[in-house]
């Protein structure tokens, strides 16, 4: 499984910006996929997820009611939208992805390459 990550970029905050995740391979509606992101001096956090069915989501309290998390099993795709975007959203946002149909703690047996968000104040 291959993850192609693009749509960072900078914003104003009060913006919006969505994040796409491309998934490679045929095992697409197998993966449990979600979002981390890292910012400069910080450990890495997770920001959101979505099960395999799209069916359970999870969002960081720091990002809930602003993000949204989707996910098109015709694309191959996951979605992360943020919307009300805060310079404390700056990071570097990666997806990753569990080949599991559970559901819990994402660990990321794949990752995508990063893709900078920066907001402006």
């Known amino acids: 499984v291959q993850l192609q990550a693009s749509g960072g970029g900078l914003v104003q905050a009060g913006g919006s910006l969505r994040l796409s995740c491309a998934a490679s391979?045929?095992?697409?509606?197998?993966?449990?996929m979600g979002w981390f992101r890292q910012a400069p001096g910080k450990e890495r956090e997770s920001v959101a997820a979505?099960?395999?069915?799209?069916?359970?989501?999870y969002y960081a309290d720091s990002v809930k009611g602003r993000f949204t998390i989707s996910r098109d099993t015709a694309k191959n795709t996951v979605y992360l939208q943020m919307n009300s975007l805060k310079p404390e959203d700056t990071a570097v946002y990666y997806c990753?992805?569990?080949?599991?149909?559970?559901?819990?703690?994402?660990?990321?047996?794949?990752w995508g390459q990063g893709t900078q968000v920066t907001v402006s104040s």
């Open positions: 979505i099960s395999f069915s799209g069916g359970r989501t």
């Open positions: 391979g045929r095992t697409f509606s197998s993966l449990t």
């Open positions: 990753a992805a569990d080949l599991t149909t559970g559901w819990g703690r994402l660990s990321g047996d794949y």
